[in-house]
């Protein structure tokens, strides 16, 4: 279970919380490095690679051809990434309470998942483009837990509905959620990231 850890650490001012940067399908332990460093320049970050090939894109959880995903594989590899998560961590000295994700498209969908399904260290996470992938089975208490959440209208992965039913999920568990909407389809903006910045601020 551990020996397929991709991850890689840029270092940081130590007494900064660590960003956990989580790619979108397609991407890698390092292709979030300018957004974390435009978003957090000092702090010290840490890239986990997805572990599934989509036709040669890194996923961290299965998607099939029909779009649907495999939430067996899913809880899996949330398993997985937390255990990862832990490991990477203590490997480089990094408080895992203090972690902030930094996640796109599929790496954000692992992490909201995952504080709605499974017990994981961080609570606070820059989520960019999530979408729900399945509704969680029990209910979560996720005080203290706090996230900036974008969406964008124009995009033809995420629908409204479902962003909105994340969102109000997480709200529900009592997590503090920000959201921030704009004509724009699944990439990144300056608009977002711009505003993502000074939700940051105010942490
Ligand atoms: C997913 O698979 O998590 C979503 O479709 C977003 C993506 O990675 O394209």
């Known amino acids: 279970m551990t020996t397929d850890i991709h991850s890689a650490f840029f ?9 956990l940067m989580l790619h979108g399908t397609g991407g890698d332990e390092s292709d979030l490095l300018p957004i974390a460093t435009f978003l957090f ?15 040669g894109s890194n996923r961290y959880f299965i998607r099939h051809k029909d779009g649907t995903f495999d939430l067996a594989n899913l809880a899996q590899e949330t398993t997985w990434l937390l255990h990862a998560i832990e490991i990477e961590t203590a490997r480089y000295q990094l408080d895992a309470s203090q972690l902030i994700v930094l996640g796109f498209s ?14 994981t260290s961080f609570k606070t996470a820059v989520l960019l483009h999530p979408m729900m ?21 124009l995009d033809p992965i995420v629908a409204e509905d479902n962003f909105d039913q994340l969102t109000q999920q997480l709200t529900d568990a009592h997590a503090d959620i920000k959201i921030f909407k704009h004509h724009q389809s699944h990439h990144l903006s300056q608009a977002e990231l711009m505003a993502a910045q000074s939700w940051i601020k105010t942490l």
């Open 11 to 19: 270092p940081g001012k130590t007494n900064l919380a660590p960003i």
């Open 41 to 55: 320049p000092e702090h010290p970050k840490l890239g986990i690679r997805g572990r599934i090939n989509e036709n």
């Open 106 to 119: 599929n790496g954000a969908n692992i992490a909201a998942y995952a504080w709605l399904n499974q017990p």
């Open 133 to 153: 992938i399945t509704p969680p089975k029990q209910a979560v208490n996720l005080e203290h837990h706090r996230a900036f959440a974008t969406y964008g209208d």
